[in-house]
């Protein structure tokens, strides 16, 4: 899926990158080489990625220009991770300068500001106000990956003139969950994520009039594909959104189970 952005040819293309799940591949070279995408362009292209001009080094190239975020028709922000503690302004990311180099120990606000975009995720529900460790992602508890709260989302919308954020960096189990009141929607396309989660992947239909209509896409039963997973003992670059501790199970439909986790989210699960 790499190759997909060097043939864009509409904004909405360029949406579907900076949102989607491939986006791990935006993050930084660390990622890239920790993940799998190093080791893939080596044995798939033959190539030393070491090199100056190979693939996968002009496609880390590509990425140090990437943008950040995208709006669409002035009112949708969307964005892989999320505002974090430090994105207040549109302006702030326009002013990022080029080319970029992520890096994992903050030392600057511009630095903090890129991790933020990245990395950051929104807090586990709507009653969890402000900014929150987030300790997943920053287990040495360096505070530069956080949470943040709903108060947060609807600040950002209004000092911004904005009426949603899209973003991803999750799996969530139905494809998509909303936050914040709706405010904001987590999407996450990649279906049974690394073959662990049974969860469904999804897409968003935005129609002319802003309104967005979600389409799932279940796993498939019959998959044979490995799990890349199973040979690597490092966790997965993007850990599930949900609880496993379930206050109520409730029968919903003939071949579905209703979960209502801790934070009060509906989790549809197969039976």
């Known amino acids: 899926s790499s190759f997909f952005f060097f043939k864009q040819k ?20 660390y990622i890239n080489n920790g993940f799998g995408f190093f080791d893939e362009c080596a044995a798939r292209l033959g190539e030393d990625p070491r090199e100056e001009d190979s693939v996968y080094n002009r496609i880390n190239q590509v990425f140090d220009w990437f943008p950040l975020a995208a709006i669409v028709e002035d009112k949708i922000f969307c964005v892989h991770g999320g505002i974090g503690q430090s994105l207040n ?26 991790v933020d975009i990245l990395w950051s995720d ?18 040495y508890g360096t505070g530069n990956i956080v949470k943040f709260g709903p108060d947060r989302v609807q600040q950002f919308l209004e000092q911004n003139n904005l009426s949603l954020i899209i ?20 999407v996450f396309s990649a279906t049974d994520y690394c073959k ?5 992947g999804a897409f968003l239909i935005l129609k002319k009039n802003l309104e967005i209509i979600p389409k799932l896409v279940y796993p498939s039963s019959s998959s044979n594909l490995e799990n890349w997973m199973n040979d690597q003992k490092q966790r ?31 989790i549809i699960k197969k039976k």
């Open 10 to 29: 509409t904004a909405y293309e360029m949406l579907r990158s900076l949102v989607g799940s491939e986006m791990c591949i935006r993050d930084s070279r």
């Open 89 to 114: 302004y549109i302006e702030q990311i326009e002013s990022v300068q080029r080319p970029l180099d992520i890096v994992h120990e903050v030392e600057t606000p511009e630095e903090q500001l890129v």
């Open 122 to 139: 929104p807090t586990d529900n709507d009653n969890e106000l402000g900014i929150h460790p987030n300790t997943i992602r920053d287990p």
């Open 167 to 186: 973003r991803g960096h999750e799996c969530v189990m139905d494809g998509f969950e909303r936050f914040a009141g709706g405010s904001l929607i987590t």
């Open 196 to 200: 662990k989660h049974k969860n469904a």
């Open 236 to 266: 997965p670059p993007t850990p599930p959104r949900w609880k496993n501790t379930c206050l109520l199970y409730t029968s919903d439909a003939a071949d579905d189970l209703l979960c209502v986790d801790l934070g009060g989210r509906r």
